[in-house]
C-alpha cells in the first residue's frame, strides 16, 4: 500500500486559492482562517498588493479575526505596498476599538513602515479626534517626524484637520 501524494493545484487553481483566503480576512471569517491557519497556512501570506491577512482583517474592521491572526503570530510590522501598517490602517478608518487591540497585542504605540507615518499622524490627518487622544494617552510620540519631517501636527495643518492641529497644537505648547 502506498501512501497517497498531496493534491496538486494548477497556478490558476492556486491564485484562485489565496484569492479565497484573503477574501476570508477581508470579510473576517475568523473560524475558516482559524483552520487553515492549524492545517499551515503562512500566517503572513501577502496578496499582490502587498496587503497581509492582518492588514485586510484590521482595515475592514473584524476584531475577532485580528486576534486570531496576532495569536498565530501574524507580523503587524508589515506594510503593504502603500507603506501602510494595520495599526495605521485602523486609525485611517477611524477604529478606535482596533487600534486599542492592536496596542494591546504589542504593536508599538509608535509604529512606523518606510514612510515613517505612525498612527497618531493618521489620527491627525483625518481629525480622529478620539484615536489621537487615545494614542496620546498610550505614550505615542506628537514630535515624531516621518521620512519628509513631518509631524503629526504639520500633517493635520496639512489636511485642513483644524480640531486636531488644535489639540495638537495646545499639547505641544
Do not use: C, W
Amino acid at each position: 500500500m502506498s501512501a497517497q501524494q498531496p493534491a496538486t493545484m494548477t497556478t490558476e487553481e492556486a491564485a484562485a486559492f489565496a484569492e479565497e483566503v484573503f477574501d476570508r480576512a477581508r470579510n473576517g471569517d475568523a473560524q475558516m482562517l482559524g483552520r487553515l491557519l492549524v492545517a499551515g497556512l503562512p500566517v503572513d501570506l501577502r496578496n499582490h498588493k502587498g496587503d497581509t491577512l492582518l492588514m485586510l482583517a484590521s482595515y475592514h474592521g473584524h476584531h475577532e479575526t485580528v486576534q486570531l491572526l496576532l495569536e498565530h503570530g501574524a507580523d503587524p510590522l508589515i506594510a503593504n505596498d502603500n507603506g501602510q501598517l494595520p495599526i495605521a490602517g485602523a486609525a485611517f478608518k477611524g477604529d478606535q476599538a482596533m487600534v486599542r487591540l492592536m496596542l494591546e497585542q504589542g504593536v508599538p504605540v509608535d509604529a512606523a513602515a518606510a514612510d515613517g507615518r505612525t498612527a497618531l499622524m493618521l489620527a491627525a490627518m483625518f481629525n480622529r479626534l478620539d484615536i489621537l487622544d487615545y494614542l496620546l494617552a498610550q505614550g505615542a510620540d506628537p514630535a515624531h517626524r516621518d521620512a519628509a519631517g513631518a509631524t503629526a501636527l504639520m500633517a493635520a495643518r496639512t489636511m485642513g484637520a483644524a480640531d486636531a492641529a488644535a489639540r495638537l497644537e495646545a499639547l505641544l505648547g
